[in-house]
């Protein structure tokens, strides 16, 4: 992409972002992501997408691994991942600007099967998380995408389309091997955006692992195995992280004091709440709630 293109996407980005924050656009699954600061480590969850960098950097932690990706690069999460994400570049005068364009891995399946013969290139472990490098048809697609913000009338029609490009381009990258494993259907990081999906929606629920490896068709010890491989984390462990999410989403939005939601999310003690709550965000849930106020 060339200078004066990375400008325009950039100028595009900012002109669909009132103020900081994540903005969704009229197309639907692309959003527009500004921030003018450097933010400390924020907690999150992380849905299927690609993230598009046009302005400042940005570092994501999963567990002990660390992801940094800045223009000319992208970050392709391909299953719901709980990970710290922190903008370390970013100003008044050059904010960081990002465009999201979330994955449909239907979509993405369906052209896997009909149309695309995977080149042979890159491989990597089938971890949930990665950084690719741009190339000239991507950055292409990505910027007819983003035009098309200032055109509504032609996004009923030309999104979708824009949008196929995409995967078919990220599907004949060099990275198209790894993109190919959330597409497959049977692959080993399918079965495990199954059972993500199984935790997150009973997030508040005991969970027997056995059964869990049993409903996506897995021995006990080979779910483990791969579990931690895509996620670097155990299913306990990953389900601890989302609770823990979860209840300071609530606390936050409903002003539920900490003992109601440590039961809603499902622990059965406030003081093991507490603990893991400060562990993971670094005060106890009372004092975090009422610096997070104050920020806002």
């Not at 570092?59 to 223009?71: G, K």
Request: charged share 25%.
């Amino acid at each position: 992409m060339s200078l004066h293109q990375r400008e325009e996407l950039a100028a595009i980005i900012a002109r669909f972002s009132c103020g900081d924050g994540i903005h969704t656009t009229a197309i639907k699954g692309v959003n527009c992501i500004r921030f003018s600061e450097l933010n400390a480590r924020l907690p999150s969850v992380y849905n299927p997408s690609l993230c598009v960098i046009m302005q400042g950097q940005k570092r994501v932690w999963l567990e002990n691994e660390i992801y940094d990706y800045r223009p000319s690069e992208y970050l392709v999460v391909s299953v719901d991942l709980p990970v710290i994400g922190e903008v370390t570049q970013g100003s008044d005068e050059k904010p960081y600007l990002c465009l999201q364009i979330e994955l449909d891995l239907h979509e993405l399946t369906e052209l896997l099967v009909q149309f695309v013969t995977v080149k042979e290139g890159r491989t990597a472990p089938e971890r949930g998380i990665f950084v690719g490098t741009m190339d000239a048809t991507l950055e292409d697609c990505v910027l007819r995408l983003a035009r098309l913000l200032d055109t509504p009338g032609d996004i009923p029609l030309l999104g979708p389309m824009i949008k196929r490009e995409i995967y078919y381009r990220l599907l004949n990258s060099p990275y198209g091997e790894v993109i190919t494993q959330l597409a497959r259907p049977g692959s080993h990081m399918q079965r495990i955006a199954v059972a993500i999906e199984h935790l997150r929606s009973n997030f508040n629920k005991p969970v027997k692992v056995e059964d869990l490896a049993n409903q996506i068709g897995m021995s006990v010890s080979s779910f483990h195995s791969h579990f931690k491989t895509v996620t670097a984390m155990s299913p306990r462990q990953y389900q601890k992280r989302f609770r823990l999410l979860e209840a300071r989403q609530i606390m936050m939005a409903e002003m539920q004091d900490a003992a109601t939601t440590a039961y809603r999310v499902g622990y059965e003690s406030q003081s093991h709440f507490s603990r893991d709550y400060a562990r993971m965000f670094g005060n106890p849930p009372g004092r975090d709630i009422k610096q997070l106020s104050a920020a806002t």
